[in-house]
């Protein structure tokens, strides 16, 4: 069975450029996540669908970003334009939003390494 | 203060030796998670739990919830358990909901 899968796997982009990066849950995940993780730092949530709906988008600064996951299936992240300080892991991960099934791991991509010159 | 503490930041250890990593957490959680993360590579979720002890191999986690900590414990440790691990406080009905993530433990085991 397929993972969940990220691309492109590294980006570098000059700043103020746009950038989307985009994900593919394991199949039947109904729960997705975007998560950032800076440099020597534990990965931060960005934002959480459950299916196509944004349920925590609290901490995904909107004046730049954006997320879709339109079909409830794969999902894009968005920057425009980006900053230096964006340069950093977008991690993607989903896990099984089952009462009966979910064990409640999240299963997490190989990230998205950006960097902002 | 950050809600999810690590220590130590940096272990090295022999092959063979037994290992020991430890988290506390100061907020309210629905479980704990433990993660490992390989250089360059993604993360893979080790354990869930909320309660108790769990053993998957060599690996083992135990959680206490009053004292609020969990130690991941490596057993007969072995150059390719090295990793940075990392260990989440998860919340919501399915524990997972918002994790808020330690920083990592770099372990480096030497042959």
């Known amino acids: 069975e397929a993972g969940v899968v990220q691309s492109p796997r590294y980006k570098i982009i000059e700043k103020k450029q746009p950038v989307a990066f985009w994900c593919n849950p394991i199949?039947?995940?109904?729960?997705l996540y975007w998560y950032r993780q800076n440099l020597g730092q534990g990965p931060e949530l960005l934002i959480r669908?459950?299916?196509?709906?944004?349920?925590?988008d609290s901490q995904l600064p909107k004046d730049r970003f954006s997320a879709e996951r339109l079909k409830g299936v794969d999902s894009t992240l968005k920057i425009q334009p980006a900053e230096l300080g964006d340069s950093a892991v977008y991690l993607c991960?989903?896990?099984?939003?089952?009462?009966?099934?979910?064990?409640?791991?999240?299963?997490f991509g190989e990230g998205s390494r950006l960097t902002v010159l | 203060k950050n809600e999810v503490e690590q220590s130590p930041q940096n272990l090295t250890a022999q092959e063979g030796e037994f290992i020991t990593i430890n988290c506390s957490y100061s907020?309210?959680?629905?479980?704990l998670h433990w993660l490992q993360q390989h250089p360059g590579g993604g993360i893979v979720s080790l354990f869930m739990?909320?309660?108790g002890k769990k053993k998957h191999g060599r690996l083992i986690a135990t959680i206490n919830i009053q004292e609020k900590h969990s130690s991941l414990h490596i057993t007969a440790s072995h150059p390719r358990d090295s990793a940075v691990y990392i260990c989440?406080?998860?919340?919501?009905?399915?524990?997972?909901?918002?994790?808020?993530f330690g920083t990592g433990t770099r372990l480096t085991i030497i042959p």
């Open positions: 991960a989903s896990s099984l939003g089952d009462r009966l099934l979910n064990t409640g791991e999240l299963f």
């Open positions: 199949s039947g995940h109904n729960t």
């Open positions: 669908y459950e299916n196509e709906e944004a349920v925590d």
């Open positions: 907020v309210g959680i629905s479980a």
């Open positions: 739990l909320s309660s």
């Open positions: 989440a406080a998860g919340k919501g009905d399915f524990g997972n909901e918002k994790l808020t």
